[in-house]
């Protein structure tokens, strides 16, 4: 059974910065690409980041969160992380992990195209 575990998410002040982490398991990791979605109290799921399979030579960042965010894989420890900076109050939100086997050499930003999921790590910013 496949499995992504985050971590990483806690109460952090606005203007600091959190790093997330996703450690995969029972899965071919560095041929799926992988991706971070959000999902803030009453509102759907919002991309994040994502980033392609192997290398992970391209990326793709949502409008949101662009130039506070950096994605990143470690293929030999099958992980994905999450470097967030300047943390705003409107960044909180549940944080999931995501794989996308299908997309391969893309970074999509297309929530229909991941098929497996964490159960999310909880990032609160306080004003």
């Known amino acids: 059974q496949v499995q992504l575990v985050e971590s990483g998410g806690e109460l952090v002040q606005a203007g600091g910065s959190l790093r997330l982490s996703c450690v995969v398991s029972?899965?071919?990791?560095?041929?799926?690409?992988m991706g971070w979605f959000r999902r803030a109290p009453g509102k759907q799921h919002e991309f994040v980041a994502a980033?392609?399979?192997?290398?992970?030579?391209?990326?793709d960042i949502g409008e949101s969160m662009k130039g506070r965010i950096t994605i990143s894989r470690d293929n030999a420890k099958n992980t994905v992380a999450l470097q967030m900076n300047n943390l705003k109050p409107e960044d909180t939100a549940v944080y999931y992990c995501?794989?996308?086997?299908?997309?391969?050499?893309?970074?999509?930003?297309?929530?229909?195209?991941?098929?497996?999921w964490g159960q999310g790590t909880s990032v609160t910013v306080s004003s």
């Open positions: 995501a794989a996308s086997p299908r997309s391969w050499g893309r970074a999509s930003s297309l929530i229909y195209e991941y098929d497996y």
């Open positions: 029972n899965f071919n990791f560095i041929r799926s690409a």
């Open positions: 980033i392609s399979s192997m290398s992970g030579e391209s990326t």
